[in-house]
C-alpha cells in the first residue's frame, strides 16, 4: 500500500473518510463524498468476527475459526457492524482498534471499541492475530482505492439544463439527426462530485 493509513471510518452516509500521512509527515483528512464500493463494505464485514471475538461478545463461541466469515450468515452476527479501524504503534510494531456496534433486543444501538491488538505473533497474545491482520490490511486496501482511484458505487449523476430548455427536444433532434445518417453527437453537462481534502486539526 502507498499511503500511510492510520484512520479509516465510515459515515452515516455511506461515504469513507480516511487520515492518512503524506511524503512530509502531515496528517490529511480525506472526506469521500461518493458511497463506498461493494468491495469495501465486504472487507469491513469481515473484521466483524475479529471485533466479536476481541471484545469478548457471547456470539463469540460461535465463531469458526476454520472460516470466520462463515458467521456473517447466521442471523446472531447480523446484529453487529464495524464501522472504523485506527492504525498506531510504529513500523515495528503497529497496533489496531476497531469501532462498530451491536444491535440490541431494544433497537438501541451499543458502540463497541476494540482494545488496541497488535499484528506481531511474537509480541502480541491474542491468538488470531496474524489473520485479524490480513483482514485490516484487506479494508485498508479498499480504503487506499477509494481515496487514489476513486472507487466507490455508482451513482446516479443529474443532468442540468437552462431555464426554459427543454431537454426531450434536443431528443428528438438527435434521433432525426441520426434517422437521416448525420454525424452528430449529443453533449450534456453532468455535475460532477468532487472529492475534498482537509488538514487534520
Not at 7 to 16: D, F, H, S, V, W
Not at 70 to 84: A, H, I, M, P, R
Not at 94 to 115: A, I, Y
Not at 172 to 180: G, L, W
Request: with cysteine; aromatic share 10%; proline share 4%.
Amino acid at each position: 500500500m502507498d499511503l500511510n493509513i492510520s484512520k479509516a471510518k465510515l459515515t452515516k452516509k455511506g461515504c469513507l473518510e480516511v487520515v492518512y500521512a503524506d511524503k512530509e509527515g502531515n496528517d490529511i483528512v480525506f472526506k469521500g463524498i461518493n458511497p463506498v464500493h461493494p468491495d469495501l463494505k465486504d472487507s469491513l464485514n469481515k473484521l466483524i468476527p475479529y471485533i466479536v471475538d476481541i471484545t469478548e461478545q457471547k456470539e463469540a463461541g460461535y465463531i469458526n475459526w476454520e472460516r470466520p466469515e462463515s458467521c456473517l450468515e447466521d442471523e446472531f452476527f447480523k446484529k453487529f457492524n464495524v464501522t472504523g479501524v485506527s492504525i498506531g504503534g510504529d513500523s515495528s510494531f503497529e497496533v489496531c482498534v476497531l469501532t462498530g456496534k451491536r444491535t440490541l433486543m431494544t433497537s438501541k444501538v451499543l458502540n463497541l471499541c476494540s482494545p488496541g491488538i497488535g499484528f506481531d505473533p511474537d509480541n502480541e497474545s491474542y491468538v488470531h492475530c496474524e489473520e485479524f491482520r490480513d483482514a485490516v490490511y484487506n479494508f485498508l486496501y479498499e480504503a487506499e482505492l477509494y481515496v487514489t482511484e476513486n472507487k466507490c458505487s455508482e451513482i446516479q449523476k443529474e443532468f442540468e439544463f437552462k431555464d426554459g430548455e427543454d431537454p426531450f427536444e434536443k431528443t428528438d433532434e438527435a434521433a432525426e439527426a441520426m434517422n437521416e445518417g448525420e454525424d452528430n453527437e449529443v453533449f450534456s453537462t453532468v455535475e460532477h462530485q468532487e472529492l475534498v481534502l482537509e488538514p487534520a486539526s
